[in-house]
């Protein structure tokens, strides 16, 4: 029998159902298609997003161009750069991965919310320390412990974000391919490549048609030193 681990994964949980209906009051909505860019890295910040509907990736350019995908943002998830007094423009580039419909809070409207209402100020501060966190522990895995690391981190982040349970295996229900892992770690399609099969011939993996199932989550664990980070956390 299979059974759904995670559909979707929102970072809005540490708002008050009260207090994220003001942040709702004040948003207007957008509507945004596949492939659109709904910010860019170096413009100025302005706004915080609510994703309705839909699917973003954030992205951060290296100087060589390639694009790293640090985010998979799902329905109920808000996201954006605040703009203060030494940053004034976005750190990242946010692309629809599918039609997107999206609820947008202008900066000067949000500050105003911040200063009228002290407990709203307080959930938000929460939602902040959960993005430094998502942050920290992605860096932490893309970083500390190479690359065969980040992709074992990787594909625990998809088996929580994207996971059916199959038996005693996981199987990822979406499909990436060996380019889209690597602009995940940082790597290349070929490398990439090399990992997975080695994975799978260590029975720790399968791979077959652009679906992974995940047979040995203990030895993915190992590989990245898993330190146990909650599923919403622990998400691509």
């Not at 229900?173 to 060996?178: E, G």
């Amino acid at each position: 029998m299979e059974c759904p681990i995670s559909t979707t994964g929102y970072n809005t949980q540490s708002f008050d159902k009260n207090n994220f209906s003001k942040l709702k009051g004040v948003m207007y909505e957008r509507h945004v298609s596949k492939g659109e860019k709904i910010y860019w890295e170096g413009e100025g910040c302005e706004y915080l997003y609510y994703l309705k509907q839909g699917s973003v990736k954030l992205t951060k350019s290296s100087d060589d161009g390639k694009d790293l995908v640090l985010y998979y943002f799902q329905p109920r998830d808000l996201f954006g750069d605040l703009r203060d007094n030494i940053n004034t423009t976005n750190s990242y580039s946010a692309e629809a991965m599918s039609d997107c419909t999206l609820g947008v809070i202008q900066q000067k409207d949000l500050e105003t919310l911040l200063w009228q209402n002290g407990d709203l100020a307080i959930d938000f501060m929460k939602w902040l320390g959960y993005m430094q966190r998502f942050l920290q522990t992605k860096l932490r895995d893309l970083l500390f412990f190479g690359k065969h690391g980040a992709l074992a981190s990787t594909l625990i982040r998809m088996s929580n974000t994207f996971g059916v349970s199959d038996g005693d295996s996981i199987r990822i229900s979406n499909k990436f391919t060996n380019s889209e892992i690597a602009d995940l770690i940082g790597s290349t399609r070929e490398t990439v490549n090399r990992m997975l099969n080695q994975m799978k011939k260590d029975n720790i993996i399968g791979y077959e048609c652009g679906i992974i199932t995940i047979n040995d989550m203990d030895q993915l664990k190992d590989i990245c030193h898993c330190e146990g980070c909650p599923k919403s956390i622990c998400r691509l």
